[in-house]
């Protein structure tokens, strides 16, 4: 089985770039290993309570709930840089420090940036 790793590092609203990783992500489920790797602004994706009526988009956040197989691995650093570590975050997700987020995408077979 091939392995794909998704790297969002765009904030989840504002452009397409989360919903079309997390779309790709869900498409790519049933044929390989796929991991969702949040990094920079695409952290934003984890915080729980999230509200995008007023935006009229749908609460991206529930969407990883939606494929609780997808592998959501988040870039510790990256949440302490934006003041998210203290806050509550989805339980879906895997925390990972920069050596240990590093290895997951050099593990992979392919590597796809939004």
Do not use: W
Request: charged share 25%; glycine share 8%; net charge negative.
């Amino acid at each position: 089985m091939e392995s794909v790793f998704y790297l969002l590092d765009a904030a989840p609203y504002g452009s397409e770039k989360a919903f079309g990783a997390l779309n790709a992500a869900a498409v790519s489920l049933d044929r390989m290993d796929v991991t969702l790797g949040l990094y920079g602004d695409g952290v934003y994706l984890v915080t729980a309570g999230q509200d995008s009526t007023e935006l009229g988009l749908p609460n991206l956040s529930d969407i990883l709930y939606s494929y609780g197989e997808l592998k959501v691995l988040v870039h510790e650093p990256s949440l302490v840089e934006r003041g998210l570590f203290e806050e509550t975050l989805i339980e879906t997700i895997e925390l990972a420090d920069e050596e240990d987020f590093l290895e997951a995408m050099e593990n992979s077979d392919c590597v796809i940036l939004f």
